[in-house]
């Protein structure tokens, strides 16, 4: 017994909650058809919430996000976060894209959003195996189009660490 005592916890390793049989797709490079701070788009800490991309002022027919993945992989759910504190700058029309060279570009159909109303949007769909991804704006609210994050999974469970055959 000692101070230390109030820090014990237990783990449930008996629960009947299934995991979510999804893992972050692992991103190696975000292009943006323009505008400021592309590198808050994935930025995932806890400050990151309040960081953003902006996209380049009114004037431009389209903006699009591509994510480079580290490898082919399958895709089959993706998160995106816009201004949680305001409308101005939600996604209103928009569609999530595959490309297995990143020129050509074929739409998701079920992930074609029109007439969106909230600042998160997550977005479940058949998988998709590409390298090259990406999310293409055709409308939004206010002024430019703001993106908090956007984090891609894949379906399948993380791997296991490697435990310590020793003390440590």
């Known amino acids: 017994k000692s101070d230390w005592a109030i820090s014990r916890f237990f783990v449930d390793i008996h629960s009947d909650d299934q995991f979510m049989n ?3 797709a692992e991103i190696a490079k975000v292009e943006v058809s323009g505008g400021y701070n592309s590198k808050n788009i994935i930025d995932w800490d806890d400050p990151g919430l309040v960081t953003f991309w902006q996209s380049p002022p009114p004037g431009h027919e389209h903006h699009w996000i591509k994510f480079t993945l580290a490898k082919l992989q ?5 998160w995106i976060l816009s201004n949680p504190n ?13 490309s297995v060279y990143g020129q050509v570009w074929d739409n998701i159909t079920e992930t074609a959003i029109d007439n969106n109303d909230t600042f ?3 977005i479940d769909f058949k998988p ?3 390298k090259y ?7 939004f609210i206010g ?4 993106i908090n994050e956007i984090i891609l999974y894949s379906p ?9 055959e020793q003390d440590y």
Do not use: M
């Not at 399958?74 to 993706?78: D, L």
């Not at 991804?133 to 409308?139: A, S, V, Y």
């Open 133 to 139: 991804f990406r999310l293409l704006i055709k409308e």
């Open 156 to 164: 399948g469970q993380p791997e296991l660490p490697k435990i310590p």
């Open 86 to 98: 305001d409308a101005d700058g939600w996604l209103k029309n928009f569609v999530l894209q595959s």
């Open 143 to 146: 002024y430019a189009a703001q």
């Open 22 to 24: 999804l893992t972050r």
């Open 120 to 122: 998160r949007n997550i």
């Open 128 to 130: 998709v195996k590409v």
């Open 74 to 78: 399958e895709i089959s759910r993706v």
